[in-house]
């Protein structure tokens, strides 16, 4: 989806449609300053959207780092540790 520009003086003069735009459209917006990029917009759904999709990109990243270091375990073993963990959590 391509993000639309517009300058900072409609924060302030159209900051309604900007907002729907945003929320209902799912468009980002990229607002210039001195016809420069300054500040990108977007709706609350798609912020957490990209903010989770960016922690789960970390996780993996992170998951084949251990891979290539050698950092593993039989998976039969991390399904006992949890089994654990939730039996233990079930007994509190």
């Given at each position: 989806?391509?993000?639309?520009?517009?300058?900072?003086?409609?924060?302030?003069?159209?900051y309604?449609?900007?907002?729907?735009?945003?929320?209902?459209?799912?468009?980002?917006?990229?607002?210039?300053?001195?016809?420069?990029?300054?500040?990108?917009?977007?709706?609350?759904?798609?912020?957490?959207?990209?903010?989770?999709?960016?922690?789960?990109?970390?996780?993996?990243?992170?998951?084949?780092?251990?891979?290539?270091?050698?950092?593993?375990?039989?998976?039969?073993?991390?399904?006992?540790?949890?089994?654990a963990?939730?039996?233990?959590?079930?007994?509190?």
């Amino acid at each position: 989806m391509e993000a639309i520009i517009r300058p900072s003086a409609d924060l302030r003069n159209h900051y309604s449609e900007l907002s729907r735009q945003c929320r209902e459209e799912r468009t980002p917006i990229i607002i210039t300053v001195n016809g420069r990029g300054d500040t990108a917009l977007l709706g609350l759904q798609d912020y957490y959207q990209m903010k989770s999709e960016l922690e789960l990109l970390k996780t993996l990243s992170e998951a084949e780092e251990d891979v290539a270091n050698g950092r593993t375990a039989p998976m039969q073993n991390t399904f006992d540790d949890v089994r654990a963990a939730l039996l233990a959590r079930k007994n509190l």
